[in-house]
């Protein structure tokens, strides 16, 4: 049996990278969310919670409009930083961090705002910046909402299937992950291959979840003791 | 001489109220703020910690203007020499006791004086502990510390000691009296307790109704209606026991049941659950020390 290893290697590239990403863009966001009273918290909320209920194909749809070389994002970033984010893995990394953005953005914005201020104030009043209390009070005290953040973001981008094929298409090395690859093989009658995949996937899903519900419980029993 | 001149619109249940308060303190000294819950003694406090803006005020702490909305002079909480002792403590839970002091304490820790703190303290034992296995009392004490280690030129205690029982309250007070007297911090108590105003501040602020109502030296302030040559009690009547001579009457006030005897024309007049008032003469009473 010959397998081609290449489009598990691909997610899980895929699944780091948008992970990665959203951590560094996640932590700042939710911050801010939970910081906000404005009216306008509902409304961004609400977009940053779209990929929830939204069809996969639906957001694919409209950035394959926006990131095509004829729409005029598309041929922006094309003539100024020569990136073309359709049918590339750069693009299918920008995707995925936009429908993978609750998954982030949620659990640590619910966390910091399950702190009371008054730990955020203290550290103020004892001349530490916003930035130094972020990272010395209130991150490591959401370390399980952190956790859940990245583990979800990670899983949830392995599953990823109807926007990749909208926007990455089935080139191999490129844009063929694992989940494009099960569908191809299937398609082709090859069932061996498809069979590979889908257990290695499942296994790997179960015991990502696993772990996380472990380490979670973990967490919450040291920051009670 | 610390200045302050403040103007606040604060929202409440029953709608819009200004806070409106003006005083000035001297340096070193000691100041009780009392008031009922919801007369604005802990936005006071927040107001002078940098953690929420007024509408209009100034602020001058030994020379140096915190705050003048005219000028657009307003230092953040990290630039105002404060220590803030919060009503939850507020101790970093991710940290040890030694570390939540050494985090106060900034770049270079000034380990003498954090060593000397805990000592004050009596908590150089515990030292490694993280705050969550610690008493109320051990938290308030650790609280207390790190609001000191920056040698703060004010510290604000928002009732520090309402979450502990009687005995840990009588403890802190000696505690936090004794620290007063070693460093001569400027401090601001916001307190509900008689007891422990009279044995901490030299001086004392009413705030009713969003503004000042009266201020001055605690037994000068308190007793014009505290202060009376009668014991006075008021309770509910819960039991009547009619005897042959005079009827007992069982009254419970606060979590006590006293016993007292009433007339049989008094006695008719009560009933199960009447509001009554105890009182005695001042050469009448007896007391014993606990």
């Given at each position: 049996m010959n397998i081609d290893y290449g489009p598990l290697l691909l997610t899980f590239q895929l699944a780091f990278t948008t992970t990665f990403f959203l951590l560094i863009l996640g932590i700042p966001l939710a911050s801010f969310l939970a910081g906000i009273t404005h009216k306008s918290k509902s409304i961004l909320e609400a977009f940053i919670s779209l990929p929830l209920v939204l069809p996969p194909s639906v957001l694919g749809f409209y950035l394959l409009l926006a990131f095509s070389p004829t729409g005029w994002l598309g041929s922006f970033l094309e003539r100024v930083f020569d990136i073309r984010l359709v049918f590339s893995f750069e693009g299918l990394v920008v995707a995925s961090i936009l429908y993978s953005l609750p998954f982030m953005v949620q659990p640590i914005q619910a966390g910091l705002e399950a702190l009371p201020a008054s730990l955020k104030e203290a550290s103020y009043t004892l001349g530490k910046s916003k930035l130094q209390t972020m990272f010395q009070v209130l991150l490591p005290n959401i370390k399980p909402a952190l956790f859940s953040g990245i583990v979800l973001s990670f899983a949830h981008t392995i599953g990823e299937f109807g926007l990749v094929l909208m926007i990455g298409g089935n080139i191999p090395e490129e844009t063929k992950v694992a989940s494009i690859a099960i569908y191809d093989e299937v398609e082709t009658l090859n069932y061996e291959a498809a069979h590979v995949y889908s257990s290695i996937l499942l296994l790997l899903s179960f015991t990502i979840l696993l772990l996380v519900y472990i380490i979670n419980k973990r967490l919450l029993n040291y920051t009670k003791e | 001489m610390i200045r302050i001149q403040v103007r606040k619109t604060l929202s409440m249940s029953e709608g819009e109220k200004a806070l409106q308060i003006e005083t000035s303190l001297e340096t070193g000294s000691f100041t009780a703020i009392y008031g009922r819950s919801g007369a604005g003694k802990t936005t006071f406090l927040r107001l002078l910690a940098g953690l929420i803006q007024p509408e209009q005020g100034y602020i001058e702490v030994d020379g140096q203007v915190w705050l003048d909305t005219q000028k657009k002079i307003n230092l953040p909480p990290q630039k105002r020499s404060i220590g803030f002792v919060f009503q939850d403590f507020a101790l970093f839970p991710n940290m040890t006791v030694l570390e939540n002091l050494q985090y106060a304490s900034g770049?270079?820790?000034?380990q003498e004086f954090i060593k000397q703190l805990l000592t004050m303290v009596s908590m150089e034992k515990l030292a490694h502990r993280k705050p969550t296995t610690l008493s109320g009392g051990q938290k308030q004490r650790i609280a207390l510390a790190r609001a000191l280690v920056r040698r703060p030129s004010i510290l604000l205690l928002d009732e520090p000691l309402s979450a502990l029982d009687q005995e840990m309250r009588h403890k802190l007070r000696e505690e936090i009296h004794l620290l007063h007297r070693q460093f001569q911090t400027t401090t601001l108590l916001v307190s509900h307790d008689l007891a422990e105003i009279y044995r901490l501040a030299n001086k004392v602020l009413i705030i009713e109704e969003g503004s000042i109502s009266k201020s001055g030296k605690p037994d000068e302030v308190f007793s014009e209606k505290r202060l009376s040559s009668k014991i006075q009690l008021t309770g509910e009547v819960v039991r009547i026991v009619p005897g042959e001579v005079v009827y007992i009457i069982e009254i419970l006030t606060g979590n006590s049941i006293i016993k007292t005897i009433a007339t049989k024309e008094e006695a008719e007049q009560l009933a199960i659950g009447s509001q009554v008032m105890v009182f005695s003469k001042a050469f009448n009473p007896i007391i014993k020390k606990l």
């Open positions: - | 770049n270079k820790p000034d």
